[in-house]
């Protein structure tokens, strides 16, 4: 079983990610963290013109041991030099190798990102799309932040994920859209633990829908 989500920014699609794998016993992917990896490769370069070469290559060169040191990878810096190559198209062409391959292993996979419903796994048996508003993402991402000991200005952090949201939602090479038949899940009012429920409970239902042979969305 391949399951997608998506969503934006801070909207608990990794956490949930993570819940759903756990559940069904399958390996996760973070896509976010593959293209902050290449962010980061190329982050001294973001403001000279080699910055675009530079990321095609690291791109190029990514493999599994680049994903190390998550704490700097999911820094909010990383996150925007993320967002920066992520609109360079043969970033994303060398990105969608690795995805696809994960995703394409026996027994499947659970992967989280923007573009998994739409471009990586049009085919998912599953696909997921999770929203919150603006302002309890910037919070959760705010108290994500202060539990290691980031000093953090809301203000600032609130700007920062409506620009990334708006930059990704741009993007000509992206795909950042609720797939046709995804699921949304909205999960602003949702704790933790009542998203995963209710993820749970989507997988459930369209899996006992398609063992009877129908569709659902
Ligand atoms: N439903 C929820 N209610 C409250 N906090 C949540 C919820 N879901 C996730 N969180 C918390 O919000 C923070 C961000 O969650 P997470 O990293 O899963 O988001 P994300 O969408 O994967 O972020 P990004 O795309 O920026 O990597 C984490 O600290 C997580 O524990
Ligand atoms: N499938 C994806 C995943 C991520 N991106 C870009 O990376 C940035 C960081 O992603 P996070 O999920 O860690 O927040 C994101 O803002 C996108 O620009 C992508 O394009 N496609």
């Known amino acids: 079983m391949i399951i997608a989500v998506d969503g934006p920014a801070a909207s608990g699609k990794g956490t949930l990610a993570t819940g759903l794998a756990q ?14 990896a290449v962010g980061r490769a190329v982050g001294d370069y973001e403001d000279l013109p080699e910055f675009e070469a530079r990321a095609i290559a690291a791109a190029e060169a990514l493999d599994a041991g680049h994903l190390t040191d998550i704490a700097e990878l999911t820094s909010a810096r990383s996150g925007v030099l993320a967002s ?18 994960f995703a394409t292993q026996a027994g499947g996979a659970v992967l989280d990102g923007r573009d998994i419903g739409t471009k990586i796994c049009p085919d998912a048996d599953v696909k997921l799309f999770i929203q919150a508003d603006s302002k309890a993402r910037m919070e959760r991402r705010a108290r994500q932040l202060e539990a ?68 659902s969305s």
Not at 24 to 35: E, M, Q, V
Not at 188 to 197: K, N, Q, V
Not at 203 to 214: N, T
């Open 23 to 36: 559940h069904y016993g399958l390996p996760h992917l973070d896509t976010g963290l593959l293209y902050r």
């Open 84 to 101: 920066k190559v992520a609109v360079i198209g043969p970033v994303r062409q060398a990105l969608f190798e690795f995805q696809r391959s």
């Open 148 to 215: 290691r000991g980031v000093v953090v200005d809301r203000y600032a952090l609130f700007h920062q994920i409506e620009e990334r949201d708006a930059r990704d939602m741009l993007n000509p090479h992206g795909g950042f859209y609720k797939a046709a038949d995804a699921h949304l899940l909205e999960t602003t009012h949702l704790g933790i633990e009542a998203a995963l429920r209710a993820a749970i409970a989507i997988v459930e239902k369209v899996m006992a829908l398609k063992a009877g042979g129908r569709t």
